[in-house]
């Protein structure tokens, strides 16, 4: 027994050793981290330059291009000389024009303001009885079988008040493939944001057309459609046309080879797109232009961790996870993905107060690397989740099992949460002091986790991926979206 306990006490010093001679550099490093970006951040100027002159970003438009190109030219000019295009080629979708009018009969119809949800179809002009889905869910399908047949869905975005408790809501595309799949000709998605806020935003699960017209209107409007439905039949004509095709996108990639470990990756991204109806500042200015400068302040600190590090602007996300998909094909192809030993994910990222991760065994590394950054400043809090999500750019690397994370614990600037995808997301809300704090916080995180002596968390083999995304309750989203590739 004295035997056992010798050893163990041996091994639980040498382990306490590593672990401080893994973080010994660190809170130096970091205090220059913080000192650089407090100082010197270029992530707000070059947001506000982005935003004036090239305006939205939306995948395969002139603007996208033009995004595209100024990520690139700002790698370059922060000194990177391994700095590709990734190309790949998307199912482009533009909006058209959309009529949308709602009244108790085919012949008493009124506009009703509305945005047409992407990849609706090319065409369509339809009248159909509306039929309130509620949330739009499997429950709400299953209370009133084949309600829907042959009809128009009117669905809430999000969760109903009054809805039974524990009720959790799906994405706005797997609402409406549930609609697709009930039979329904037309969905009319209502908006959860007060005072008359569109929302734009893919209706498809594929990134590919859908067979169906898709549209968005605002909260007041529609909680005045389900009211009068209690009453009496609403008719619905929709008349919309929409463009599509074939054209080419490219993410961004610039390289920092790794010190001791080049062939162990860890990518960090955030999605460079966005949608045409403002510049999309908040979604994803904020997050995509964190991680450019966060590149800009390894350059300039010419830090070296031990693994390489590929800072990635990814194109297409809103249309579909369009170019994070292009990322893991192509790493699949190449069998560079089995050199992934981490994604970090920023969209939307703001003013974080911690940091999360897919996988809990990765709780005492972040939460080693919080403890520094808290040192520097008390107002991050050094939280840590354990969770996963779907609907961004992690979700490919998730889906093939390889670790993910990212900071948070912060909120969005004021009023910019009403402005998601819509046409009032502008630079004007963006928080300068909050877009440093997020490139600041994340480039400590990014630093300890290429330097660490092991990741904790490591990529799950494929049993393990499904008993993850089972676990996290995911199955049913990634079966609406044809994604859940097991049997049962």
Known sequence: MK????????????????????????????????????TNSKAYSSLKTASETIGHRMTGSENGKKAEEFAYNLFKSYGFSEVRYQPFEVESWSRGTLALQVGPDAKQLKNIKSVSLAHSPVKANLTGQVVDMGNGLEVDYAAKPNAVKGKIALVYLGVLPGSPEGTRSLHRSEKTALAINNGAKGIIIINTVAGGTLLTGTASVTGKLISIPAVCIGREDGMQLKEQLQKGALSAKIDMTNNSGKIKARNVIATLKGAELPNEKVVVGGHLDSWDLASGAIDNGIGSFSVMDMARTFQTLKLRPKRTIEFVMFMGEEEGLLGSEAYLEEALKNKSVNQLSFMLNYDMTNDPKGYNASQESCRELFQSIGAIAAKIDTTFKNSFSSRAGLHSDHQPFMLHGIPT?????GKLPASAGDCYHADCDSFALVNEQELKNTVRFSSMLLYGLADATTIPAKPLTDEQTKA????????????????????D
């Open 3 to 38: 035997k056992y306990f010798t050893l163990g006490l041996m091994a639980a010093l040498l382990a306490g050793q590593a672990k401080a001679q893994e973080n010994k550099a660190w809170p130096e490093v970091f205090q220059k981290i913080n000192s650089e970006v407090q």
């Open 405 to 409: 994370g990212g900071s948070s614990g």
């Open 468 to 487: 993850f995304l089972l676990k996290n309750n995911l199955k049913e989203p990634l079966k609406i979206a044809g994604e859940w590739r097991w049997k």
